[in-house]
């Protein structure tokens, strides 16, 4: 199965809940990023930057359960900055699986191993790991030696106590597929259980530029994915990975994974901050929704971004019911 069970049921009950309800836009992933510090500065990365003058602020865990119970997405991505680095961690997951949610909990790996004792291995939990290549690639694109090591330690660890394990790996311009292959096959042999693949797209704040891709680019590398798809387990739905391919559109969903860290609520998205909002309300009802995406604003041209298990596919291109079934066969696979 390419996800636990009980996600895989919570998610297709909610999105057949919503779509009979006629909801025109809700919440798959929520983006919660409680901080933006972190003791790495990845050449990819525009948090530590965009958000310099508040990069010491911090949400409380109160501040972060009533967001999740404010947006109502059944699963939240708990990001940053590290959220590792986080004091209160351990009781951020616990209380959010307690509301039920399920929680993928995004790290760079450099302190997974101490922090194990933070967490107790269940269904709603999965640790995911951010790996961008092999130890040469990684560590380069991170700007430290070691981190890639201690990631990998820090998921052996991980599975020796019986915890679900994701990577997520970004592709740059100059990445080489076969590099990804040969992180996939080390990763394989620890039991990773699934693997997420993200273009690298230029976006205002993002660091090096010159390690970003174009549309095209982005079509020309993911042409070269299919021999991983066929061998590994990856988190990308087959819509989405068609979309990475240029074999099929999808529009700009934007609200399907929203983002709320200590400023506010990012609006309009992960990557395009034009304003932030108090309430999850007023970033949905307030945002126009309308003027972002492809030929609509110019800093869209080259975004090629992942909604989470894919509002995009289910409310845009595709609205029959045997897109709802291919997709809960998907996940069941």
Same mark, same amino acid.
């Given at each position: 199965?390419?996800? +636990?069970? /009980?996600?895989?049921?919570?998610?297709?009950?909610?999105?057949?809940?919503?779509?009979?309800?006629?909801?025109?836009?809700?919440?798959?992933?929520?983006?919660?990023?409680?901080?933006?510090?972190? &003791?790495?500065?990845?050449?990819?990365?525009?948090?530590?930057?965009?958000?310099?003058?508040?990069?010491?602020?911090?949400?409380?865990?109160?501040?972060?359960?009533?967001?999740?119970? =404010?947006? %109502?997405?059944?699963?939240?991505?708990?990001?940053?900055?590290?959220?590792?680095?986080?004091?209160?961690?351990? +009781?951020?997951?616990?209380?959010?699986?307690?509301?039920?949610? *399920?929680? @993928?909990?995004?790290?760079?790996?450099?302190?997974?191993?101490?922090?194990?004792?933070?967490?107790?291995?269940?269904?709603?939990?999965?640790? &995911?790991?951010?790996?961008?290549?092999?130890?040469?690639? *990684?560590?380069?694109?991170?700007?430290?030696?070691?981190?890639?090591?201690?990631?990998?330690?820090?998921?052996?660890?991980?599975?020796?106590?019986?915890?679900?394990?994701?990577? &997520?790996?970004?592709?740059?311009?100059?990445?080489?597929?076969?590099?990804?292959?040969?992180?996939?096959?080390?990763?394989?042999?620890?039991?990773?259980? /699934?693997?997420?693949?993200?273009?690298?797209?230029?976006?205002?704040?993002?660091?090096?530029?010159?390690?970003?891709?174009?549309?095209?680019?982005?079509?020309?590398?993911?042409?070269?994915?299919?021999?991983?798809?066929?061998? @590994?387990?990856?988190?990308?739905?087959?819509?989405?990975?068609?979309?990475?391919?240029?074999?099929?559109?999808?529009?700009?969903?934007?609200?399907?994974?929203?983002?709320?860290?200590?400023?506010?609520?990012?609006?309009?998205?992960?990557?395009?901050?034009?304003?932030?909002?108090? /309430?999850?309300?007023?970033?949905?009802?307030?945002?126009?929704?309308?003027?972002?995406?492809?030929?609509?604003?110019?800093?869209?041209?080259?975004?090629?971004?992942?909604? %989470?298990? =894919?509002?995009?596919?289910?409310?845009?291109?595709?609205? *029959?019911?045997?897109?709802?079934?291919?997709?809960?066969?998907?996940?069941?696979?």
């Amino acid at each position: 199965m390419r996800f +636990p069970a /009980t996600l895989t049921f919570s998610l297709s009950w909610y999105l057949i809940r919503k779509r009979l309800s006629g909801a025109k836009r809700f919440s798959f992933v929520l983006m919660l990023e409680p901080l933006h510090a972190c &003791n790495l500065s990845c050449k990819g990365c525009g948090r530590i930057r965009e958000y310099e003058r508040t990069i010491d602020q911090h949400m409380s865990v109160g501040q972060c359960l009533e967001s999740a119970g =404010e947006c %109502g997405a059944p699963i939240v991505s708990v990001c940053g900055g590290e959220p590792l680095i986080y004091p209160e961690i351990g +009781p951020l997951v616990r209380g959010l699986e307690k509301m039920g949610r *399920h929680v @993928y909990l995004c790290t760079n790996g450099l302190l997974l191993k101490q922090k194990l004792a933070l967490f107790e291995p269940s269904g709603q939990l999965i640790l &995911n790991i951010h790996l961008d290549g092999e130890r040469q690639t *990684h560590d380069a694109i991170v700007g430290r030696e070691g981190v890639f090591d201690a990631a990998l330690e820090g998921i052996a660890a991980a599975k020796a106590k019986g915890f679900l394990v994701s990577t &997520n790996t970004t592709i740059y311009r100059e990445t080489e597929i076969s590099d990804v292959e040969q992180l996939f096959d080390r990763l394989s042999k620890l039991g990773v259980d /699934t693997h997420m693949l993200s273009p690298g797209y230029g976006y205002e704040g993002a660091g090096d530029g010159n390690i970003f891709m174009t549309r095209a680019e982005i079509m020309a590398k993911f042409g070269e994915v299919d021999q991983l798809s066929r061998r @590994y387990t990856l988190s990308d739905t087959p819509a989405y990975l068609q979309f990475l391919k240029g074999e099929r559109e999808l529009p700009c969903a934007a609200w399907g994974n929203p983002t709320r860290n200590p400023v506010g609520w990012r609006s309009p998205c992960y990557l395009l901050a034009d304003r932030h909002y108090d /309430t999850f309300r007023g970033l949905m009802e307030e945002t126009d929704w309308d003027a972002y995406g492809l030929g609509r604003d110019p800093r869209c041209e080259n975004c090629m971004v992942h909604c %989470g298990f =894919e509002p995009s596919a289910v409310m845009g291109a595709s609205r *029959h019911v045997g897109d709802l079934l291919r997709m809960l066969a998907w996940q069941l696979s």
